[in-house]
């Protein structure tokens, strides 16, 4: 299990070298996500809880996209899927737009009709929405989309 996250990490590091992003004003680029800058989206309001886990403590509203999208309170989560010292520098914690970022791509699994694909260039435009940088959540939307691609061949 650990050499299957490893392996998808480097494929993610290796990846994200592969993609381009072309700045304008108002948008950014890559070479299959375009997003608009909005508004900043409210963050949610988190507790960690005794076994890692994220609970949602209210409904979180999510507007993104043009659409709007209720999480529901008492929802939990892991956040980010990786070993914790990489958690950590990735940005692990209730304070962190990165964990409110994997809590929202976790929950999207939970609708039927939402594909692997759409969730995690929802998790990309949502890391950006929130003022991630864009190189990083570039890192981390292939990383996750790698992590999609295994999951597909088990």
């Not at 050499?3 to 948008?27: D, E, K, N, Q």
């Not at 958690?87 to 594909?115: C, N, Q, Y």
């Not at 929802?122 to 981390?140: C, E, Q, S, T």
Request: aromatic content about 10%; overall charge positive; hydrophobic content about 40%.
């Amino acid at each position: 299990m650990l050499f299957a996250r490893l392996f998808v990490l480097l494929i993610g590091l290796s990846l994200a070298g592969c993609t381009s992003i072309t700045r304008s004003p108002g948008t950014v680029r890559t070479t299959s996500i375009h997003v608009k800058r909005q508004a900043k989206p409210k963050p949610p309001k988190l507790k960690r809880l005794s076994n890692g886990r994220y609970r949602v403590q209210r409904k979180w509203v999510v507007s993104l996209n043009g659409k709007r999208w209720k999480v529901q309170k008492g929802y939990s989560s892991n956040g980010i899927t990786a070993p914790s010292k990489l958690k950590r520098a990735l940005g692990d914690g209730v304070d962190k737009p990165e964990t409110w970022a994997a809590v929202f791509h976790d929950w999207l699994f939970t609708h039927p009709g939402i594909s692997r694909t759409t969730a995690d260039n929802l998790f990309h435009d949502l890391l950006i929405a929130y003022g991630v940088n864009p190189d990083k959540a570039r890192l981390m939307h292939t990383t996750v989309s790698a992590y999609s691609l295994s999951k597909a061949f088990r």
